[in-house]
């Protein structure tokens, strides 16, 4: 049972028959006092509710109904409706517990779809993944942590709900996102990759949305976006940490209304994708310093997903080094060489501050240079790798270790920042952020 709460007749109606068409059992209540009155009696699956009801806007009594409905069914999805120029007071309500919220005038098609994943992940829908189906290829591990995060991956997946992963660099951000779209039902459509950090602010909307033909000096031609690429599927937005205020602004109208426009266009396009977003930076830090828009925050953060470090699951690093050994042979022609129990305990002892992508890099460059059939732990040393690691566990450890691998990296490379960043497996946008929190000059 749905319940549509909004003092306004012919909004609960169109909701009703919107919701009614569509297979959903719904109950309305024009008041707070009667929606708790419904709340007391029976525990709905979903409220769909008003923020406004009365003349003042302020919202008010719509979020002092939020957390009344929250004290008496803590676990029941919360979507509200809220015009546009009141979205700070939707963000409120996200802050109190609300799952999501919509603006009106409200787009029907984007409506159901929260109203569906609402449900799904509330645990009423049937649409979950077949128990044994989940595809996790190429998402190496068994630690506890990592089960946990797959078992959250398989739940979400089945829904259209926005994901945000979040993780160091290196830790396979977009391996879970891959995992995200192959296992929900948009498996069949397109998955569109975007790093936003490699896109400039004056590029942004014509490499998102598209362009027409004159829409600019050198648009010579039209060009699709990205959100047109993606249509049905999935669009991955990697580094969104790294958007500036003014493009936060246009995505986020696209990720509300669901709609955009070309450059030069005045069509007005639906946006059919599945949105995911990864970034390595602490996104609630940058909202508190007002560097990222915390509206655009809470859309993108409906499932939060946070990828554990290598260094704290240091156990499935086996696993990792055989799979990373096995891939590499293949392609080489070459007999798998045998890893010594020194060499092991040396990997798994590492803080390796590039994650997964430094310790692909290591095992691969260690491969490459020796050529027979056992790797011992003198064999990574030689790579760089520190050969007394026991003091990483602490944080200043861990610090001293990564500042070392830095300084042999850019030792090793003479000082050229790519390899060097290559090296430790991270960006060379990750390694001058390094470089400045450290302190450390080529």
């Known amino acids: 049972m749905i319940l549509i709460v909004d003092d306004d007749s012919s909004v ?7 919701l009614g068409r569509n297979g959903y059992e719904t109950a309305a209540a024009s008041s707070p ?23 003042a806007t302020t ?18 999805p919360v979507i509200l409706i809220t015009a546009w120029g009141n979205i700070p007071l939707a963000v409120e309500g996200m802050r109190a517990g ?12 984007a409506l159901l779809e929260r109203v569906a994943t609402a449900l799904a992940l509330a645990g009423e829908s049937d649409a979950e993944t077949p128990a044994g189906r989940f595809d996790r290829s190429n998402i190496i591990g068994r630690s506890p942590g990592l089960l946990n995060l797959l078992d959250t991956v398989e739940r979400v997946a089945a829904t259209d709900a926005p ?12 391996l879970i996102a891959e995992a995200i779209h192959r296992n929900s039902r948009r498996a069949a459509g397109p998955m569109v990759k975007v790093n936003l950090g490699g896109i400039s602010s004056s590029l942004f909307e014509s490499e998102m949305f598209g362009h027409k033909k004159g829409a600019f ?20 937005l990697d580094e969104i940490g790294d958007l500036d205020l003014n493009c936060q602004v246009k995505l986020l ?26 970034t390595n930076a602490d996104l609630p830090a940058m909202v508190a310093a007002k560097t990222f828009r915390e509206d655009l925050f809470y859309r993108i953060n409906l499932i939060t997903v946070s990828l554990p470090a290598l260094r704290d699951r240091s156990e499935d690093i086996p696993l990792l080094v055989d799979h990373l050994l096995s891939k590499s042979c293949a392609a080489a022609g070459r007999k798998v060489p045998e890893v010594t129990p020194e060499a092991m305990d040396l990997l798994m002892r590492q803080p390796w501050p590039g994650n997964i992508r430094q310790l692909s ?3 691969e460059r260690t491969l490459l240079v020796t050529p027979g059939e056992r790797l011992d732990a003198k064999d990574f040393i030689a790579q760089g790798l520190p050969a007394d690691p026991a003091s990483a566990g602490s944080a200043k450890g861990l610090k001293s270790a990564e500042c070392e691998a830095i300084e042999k990296a850019l030792a090793v490379s003479g000082g050229n920042l790519s390899r060097a960043a290559a090296m430790l497996g991270i960006t060379r946008q990750a390694l001058y952020r390094r470089l400045e929190k450290y302190d450390i000059r080529p």
């Open 12 to 18: 609960r109606l169109s909701l009703k028959l919107l």
């Open 33 to 55: 006092a009667e929606a708790m009155a419904f709340v007391r009696a029976r525990r709905p699956e979903l409220v769909v509710m008003d923020m406004n009801y009365s003349r």
């Open 59 to 76: 919202g008010e009594e719509g979020l002092t109904l939020l957390s009344q409905i929250k004290v008496f069914h803590p676990d029941v």
């Open 98 to 109: 609300a799952f999501d919220f919509i603006t009106k005038p409200w787009d029907n098609g």
């Open 163 to 174: 994901v945000l992963i979040m993780g160091e660099n290196g830790t396979g951000k977009e």
């Open 217 to 236: 000096t050198g648009a010579v031609a039209d060009r699709e976006g990205r959100f047109a690429l993606a249509d049905g599927g999935t669009i991955f």
């Open 253 to 278: 109208r696209v990720l509300q209304e669901h709609t955009y426009e070309a450059l030069g266009d005045s069509r007005t396009r639906r946006a059919d994708v599945r949105v995911v977003c990864a």
């Open 361 to 363: 890099n290591t095992v």
